[in-house]
């Protein structure tokens, strides 16, 4: 953790979380984390709460403007689709499962945030579903994100982000997109992922 100069009456906590053999664990492993750590910690400090991928680098402003009860950023690889087009899962197995003729948009996991009690109700559920799935001997298609675009299709996000509210790195940036305010950076897979990125 590098040292960053905070102002008067802030304070950075480390929550450490266990590693796991394969990402995609670890990806479904922070919806528990989350959740432990704001039943242990977190609500005794905070009334609201953003989560951002590690990997996740700011550019621009990233203001008042994105904060709200509950908010959720398109996808940058789906935003321009039509529903049909969006990797929703698609098992009835799965408890991450959105039937076909059903789906507003397609949010990306890797950044969303909101008000404290909202962001539990959302993780937890997340946690618990994921968990059910597990029970079942199956794995939604793409872990978290599919549960938490489930959570989000029958739980409106308040406020609804652009993609320059996460690009990446390694993506051209389309004529629509203005100002990216986060992007996500490139990465050799098989150097930061258990699995080497499998």
Sequence with gaps: MP?????????????????????????????????????KQIRNEADYLFMMDIDSVFHNRFGA????????????????VTRDMFPYE????????IPADEGDYYYTAAVWGGYLEDMYKLVKY??????????????????EESHLNRYLLYNKPTKVLS????????????????????????????????????
Aim: charged share 30%; glycine share 6%; net charge positive.
């Design 126 to 143: 997340c946690y618990m579903q994921s968990e059910e799935d597990a029970k079942n001997n199956i794995e939604a298609v793409w872990q």
């Design 90 to 97: 698609r098992r009835p197995k799965s408890k991450a499962y």
């Design 3 to 39: 040292k960053i100069e905070l102002g008067k009456k802030r304070k950075i906590s480390l929550v450490t979380v266990p590693s796991a053999n394969r990402w995609q664990d670890i990806v479904l492993g922070r919806m528990k984390w989350a959740t432990v750590t704001i039943d």
């Design 163 to 198: 993609s320059e509210y996460l690009w990446s790195d390694f993506d051209p940036l389309p004529g629509d997109i203005k100002v990216v305010r986060i992007s996500q950076l490139v990465k050799n897979y098989a150097e930061v992922r258990p699995n080497g990125g499998q």
């Design 65 to 80: 403007e994105s904060l709200s009860q509950l908010s959720a950023v398109l996808h940058r690889g789906y935003y321009k």
